[in-house]
Structures are given as structure tokens and as C-alpha cells.
């Protein structure tokens, strides 16, 4: 057999080239993977990341108010990074039929507090946290909490200066001061008017915000956030190691949505007024995603039954003597005002609570499921607005009204009528406990008594002895202002140990930051608050909540809620409130146990007696 020289030579050094190439590149990757392992080894003995610069910004929430961004850079082997941000939620204490004056004065008061909140975090914490490491919350906030009470004792003394010059202006004139006495002493008839005033407690003055203050917990959360990346976790997985001192959890559970439905109006033409929101809770035998559905399903119905009567058929409310009773002649369904409110839900209003539960029954009835047994409902009362300071009673009815003892026996033949009720949220102002204590011993067996306007201010509620939280199943907690994530470590776990649930709520301004989902989940919080099903802001939480479960069901570390009501006994002191058997806060320390008895826990039974309406 021949061969071409010519061709022999061209492969030899087709050949050669080619195992050449081929040991070249082994080398070269050899020698990258060797700079690699080397690069990786090393980076163990680097300097840990801290924080190097933090910059607020002045941005808008989901109603379109001020509030504030924080973000975080860190330093990262010798690089500035970005590594995160957080947006806060804005919170207002004004109610919904507020005068125009009062509005324009609160939006005026928030913007300059935003303003003031900036100029913080860009002067003094950017130049306070700088050399900080990001993973160690504790001394974070810390730092944080010298810095706001150093604000507040400044502000104190701007105060006192103040208050003295209005009374040497005071002073000096004393003509006037003269008179005004005379008029006290002509002035007997007021004392009935005293006397009256005394039957009901008085409403205690609203708890002042320092301008700024949203800086610390804004500062605290992202910095929190910041751990988490810097640490390669989750967040709400950062958050349970704080909680249990860097003991990973085993098993996790998701808190439970109270999913807004309907939103109350109380300035609506409809004449209830004891309603501010209706809630849906998902049984927990569902999947969060199975419960999402459900409720959506609710929803679509509700929209249907909610049309005017020219756009789409409309169902009767309850197949009942008593259902048809209230809709022959005057009593007509309620009409949806076709807007979407700012917790994300459909704006309506009814006549009496009676038709809106028996509304509520026709949505579930339509779509084959059962209250108490397939979705269970919670009510938003906010008690607190209804009431009628001169003539010492709740309005619950445009036109009636209750005093606090008559609001029990209606909270107690409510929920004996109508048992899938599982939740009542502010069903008393915080200053009637006596009612409270009553209420809880009455109904905490079948149902939770949730205290939210009472656990506005989280710092004031962990420090002060003396605060007015009164006797309740559990608080709805949210973090706004001055909050510090140590804070709500703290609290909960005080909480927890006193067998007492934290539902963790969102104000009601919102932003598009999804951060208050996985505090809830890594503070193993029994319910979380977000609102509806609609608006970009409130949605973007359910993601959230829908993708964390999805990622513990992975993990295989997802564990099925437990619900339990509590039992109070019926020997406790009215006195006996939340507030005082919370221990003073000590760092690093379990709480005591209480001295009172301990409460008769009942477990949520699977099926909740329906109801009979006759």
C-alpha cells in the first residue's frame, strides 16, 4: 500500500497541533482551577463584609404618600457593593371620616418627617454603622436605639423651652388670667357633664412620632436584609436564627392569611358602622396555594352577587325564614360602590351585620362550600372609631348605640349565632378592660379577641409597664416608625411564652417591600394580616408567602399550623392584662412564668357547628 509523502506530513502535523492544543488547554485549565481552589481557600481568611455607606432616598408606597428607601453597601473584598434595600410602610392614625383639615394636616406632618428621616440616615446612622458588620443585628440596633432616645430627650428639651415661654407670655398677662378665673368659679353647671364623662373611660391622647423616627426601623430592616445576602440565606430564615440564637429550625410554619374580602366603609350612605373589614381564613388543612384559591374563588362570586342589577343576575341572601324576612320590601342585597380600597378589596356597605353574614353564607353556598367548615371568617371592628364620646356609648348602627357592656352580650350572641366567626379584631376601644377581661372569659374558648389598635407602637409595648394593652387573645403587631428588628424578636418571644398569638399586620399605606412576609414566617408568627387579593402592593406579599412555601415543601421543612384558642379562667383579676404579665425585657433571658393560672388551651376543632338561622 502507497501512501503520499505530502499527505503523511500533513496529518503528522495536523496531529501534533492538535495534542499540543489539547495539553495547552489541561494546562491552562489546570492552572485557572488550581487559581480557583486557591482564590476560594483563601477567601475564608478575608475580611467580612461590612457596612460602608448607607444612603435614604425619599420615595413613594402603593397610596401614594411619602415614605422612605434605605440601602445598604458594604465593602466585599475591597469592593463598595450594593447589596440591598427596603422600602418602609407608611402608617396613619387618622379615621376615615377625619375632617378635610385634619387630612392635609397629617399628610403635611408625614412628608416633613420623611424629610427628617433622610437627612438621618444620610448624616449621622451612614456615619454611626459605617465599619458594622451586617449579620450582627444586636449591636445594629443597639446603636439605633441610643441614637433615637438621644432624639427624643432633644426633643423633650426643644419641648420644655417651648412650654416656658408660653408661660412667661402667660404671665404677663394677667388681666386676662384674672377673668378666666372668675369664669371658673361662675361655672356650676358642668359638672354633670363631669359626671357622665366619668362613666366611660376617656380616650388617652394619641402617642406623639418623633419627625424621623421611620429612619431606625427602616435602617434596622434593611440592614437585616443586608445579613441575609451577605450570609447566603433567606431572609425569614435569618431572622429565625436571631430569634433562636443561631439554632437552625428543623421544621417551619406558615402563618395563616387573614385575606381582606370586603372593606366596611363607616362614612359609607349604608348604616353599619361596626364593621371595617371582613377577613377570610383559610382552613388549615389546606395548602396556602389551595386557601389562595378558595379565596379567590370567594371573591369572584362576590364580585357577581355585588353588580347592579342591570349588568348581572342577582341572587337572594339566604334561603332562610329570618334571610327572607330581611330582604322582602326594603331590605336588597348591598351594593359594592364598584371601587377597590386601599387594602385591595371591594368597598361596600350593609344595613345591619346580620345581612353582611348572610351575605357572606350566599357567596360560600353558590360555590358549594360551608362557613366554619370550608373558610371561616374574622371581623375587623375598630371600635375605637365608634365611639360617641358625649353620650359614652359605641354607634354601631347609624343612630344606635351600645354601651360596653351591651357590646359583649352582642359579641356574645354574634358568635354563638354565627360560629364560623373565628376572629374579632378591636371589638372595644383599649380603655374599656373591664369589657375586654369579660369578653375574653365569655368567648376566648370559641374564638380569638385580637387587640391591634392597642399594639400600635412596638417599642412603647416591649419597655413600658404601664401600657394599655388589655386582656386579648393576641396582638396584631406592625412595623412602622421606630421599630427595630430586635424589637419584634423580642416581643414574640415574650409572647409565645405566654401562650398568646402575634398576627403581624401591614399599615395601611403599603409599599411594593415584601420584607413583612418573611419576618412573619421567621418569627413564627400564627397569622399574618396583608389585606386583599388586588392591588400591586398587597399581591406582591402573597407571592411572596406562596413562594417561601413552595420552598419549604422542597426542603421537606414545612410543618401544618396548630390553632388553639384560649380558655381564659374565669378567676383571673380583670386587672390581669396582657400588659401585665409581660416581664420588663432583659437581654439574652427567658421570660418567667406567669402567676396567674395558666389558661385552658382548646384545640380548633376540623368542623365548626353551622348555624341555625330561624
Not at 359638672?191 to 388617652?204: D, F, G, H, L, Y
Not at 409581660?582 to 421570660?591: D, I
Request: contains cysteine; aromatic residues 6%.
Amino acid at each position: 500500500m502507497f501512501f503520499d509523502i505530502k499527505v503523511v506530513v500533513e496529518m503528522k502535523h495536523f496531529f501534533t497541533s492538535y495534542f499540543f492544543t489539547l495539553f495547552h488547554l489541561q494546562v491552562v485549565c489546570g492552572h485557572q482551577w488550581k487559581q480557583l481552589e486557591l482564590a476560594n481557600y483563601f477567601s475564608k481568611f478575608s475580611k467580612a463584609p461590612v457596612i460602608c455607606k448607607l444612603v435614604g432616598r425619599k420615595v413613594l408606597d402603593g397610596v401614594g404618600q411619602p415614605t422612605l428607601e434605605v440601602e445598604i453597601y458594604c465593602t466585599v473584598k475591597n469592593y463598595e457593593k450594593r447589596i440591598c434595600s427596603t422600602v418602609m410602610s407608611s402608617h396613619s392614625h387618622i379615621p376615615e371620616n377625619a375632617l378635610p383639615e385634619t387630612t392635609e394636616a397629617d399628610e403635611k406632618e408625614r412628608n416633613d418627617s420623611v424629610n427628617s428621616a433622610v437627612e438621618w440616615v444620610n448624616e449621622s446612622l451612614n456615619m454611626m454603622l459605617r465599619g458594622l458588620k451586617p449579620t450582627d443585628q444586636c449591636k445594629v440596633d443597639k446603636i439605633l436605639g441610643e441614637y433615637f432616645t438621644k432624639k427624643v430627650e432633644e426633643r423633650k428639651e426643644v419641648q420644655k423651652q417651648e412650654e416656658e415661654e408660653a408661660m412667661l407670655a402667660l404671665t404677663s398677662c394677667t388681666p386676662s388670667a384674672t377673668s378666666l378665673h372668675g369664669k371658673k368659679k361662675s361655672a356650676k353647671p358642668g359638672k354633670k357633664v363631669a359626671v357622665a364623662e366619668r362613666a366611660i373611660p376617656c380616650a388617652e391622647p394619641a402617642e406623639s412620632v418623633l419627625q424621623g423616627s421611620v429612619a431606625i426601623g427602616g435602617t434596622s430592616l434593611a440592614v437585616a436584609k443586608a445579613g441575609a445576602t451577605i450570609s447566603h440565606i433567606p431572609l425569614y430564615l435569618h431572622i429565625a436564627l436571631l430569634k433562636r440564637d443561631q439554632d437552625s429550625p428543623k421544621e417551619m410554619t406558615l402563618p395563616l392569611p387573614m385575606v381582606t374580602l370586603l372593606n366596611c366603609e363607616k362614612i359609607s350612605p349604608a348604616k353599619l358602622r361596626l364593621v371595617k373589614e371582613v377577613m377570610l381564613i383559610p382552613p388549615v388543612q389546606l395548602s396556602l396555594k389551595q386557601g389562595i384559591e378558595r379565596v379567590l374563588d370567594i371573591q369572584k362570586e362576590m364580585m357577581r352577587l355585588l353588580q347592579p342589577p342591570g349588568e348581572a343576575p342577582c341572587s337572594q341572601v339566604a334561603d332562610s325564614k329570618k334571610g327572607r324576612a330581611h330582604n322582602t320590601g326594603k331590605k336588597a342585597p348591598p351594593r359594592a360602590l364598584k371601587r377597590i380600597s386601599h387594602l385591595g378589596c371591594l368597598i361596600t356597605g350593609c344595613d345591619n351585620l346580620e345581612q353582611l353574614l348572610l351575605l357572606m353564607q350566599t357567596v360560600c353556598n353558590n360555590i358549594g362550600l360551608e362557613l366554619g367548615t370550608d373558610m371561616h371568617l374574622a371581623i375587623n371592628c375598630a371600635a375605637h372609631e365608634l365611639m360617641d364620646y358625649v353620650k359614652g356609648k359605641y354607634e354601631i348602627l347609624t343612630g344606635t348605640f351600645k354601651s360596653p357592656d351591651e357590646m359583649v352580650d352582642m359579641y356574645v350572641e354574634l358568635i354563638n349565632k354565627f360560629p364560623f366567626i373565628m376572629a374579632l379584631i378591636d371589638p372595644l376601644r383599649k380603655e374599656d378592660r373591664q369589657q375586654w377581661s369579660n369578653i375574653c372569659c365569655a368567648l376566648g374558648s370559641k374564638c380569638y379577641l385580637i387587640a391591634e389598635d392597642a399594639a400600635t407602637y412596638i417599642s412603647k409595648l416591649k419597655i413600658d409597664q404601664n401600657i394599655n394593652v388589655p386582656m386579648c387573645s393576641g396582638v396584631v403587631l406592625k412595623y412602622i416608625n421606630q421599630t427595630k428588628v430586635s424589637d419584634l424578636i423580642e416581643l414574640t418571644g415574650l409572647l409565645d411564652g405566654q401562650r398568646h398569638i402575634t398576627i403581624l399586620g401591614s399599615p395601611d399605606g403599603e409599599s411594593s417591600d415584601d420584607s413583612l412576609v418573611d419576618l412573619a414566617v421567621g418569627l413564627g408568627a400564627r397569622f399574618i394580616k396583608l389585606g386583599g387579593l388586588s392591588r400591586g402592593e398587597r399581591v406582591t406579599k402573597y407571592n411572596r408567602l406562596l413562594a417561601i412555601e413552595e420552598e419549604l415543601a422542597k426542603n421537606r421543612t414545612l410543618r401544618e399550623a396548630n390553632l388553639e384558642f384560649i380558655a381564659f379562667a374565669e378567676e383571673s383579676q380583670p386587672e390581669k392584662q396582657l400588659s401585665n404579665v409581660l416581664p420588663p425585657p432583659e437581654q439574652n433571658s427567658l421570660p418567667p412564668q406567669r402567676s396567674q393560672p395558666a389558661p385552658q388551651v382548646h384545640s380548633l376543632p376540623a368542623q365548626l357547628p353551622g348555624n341555625t338561622l330561624t
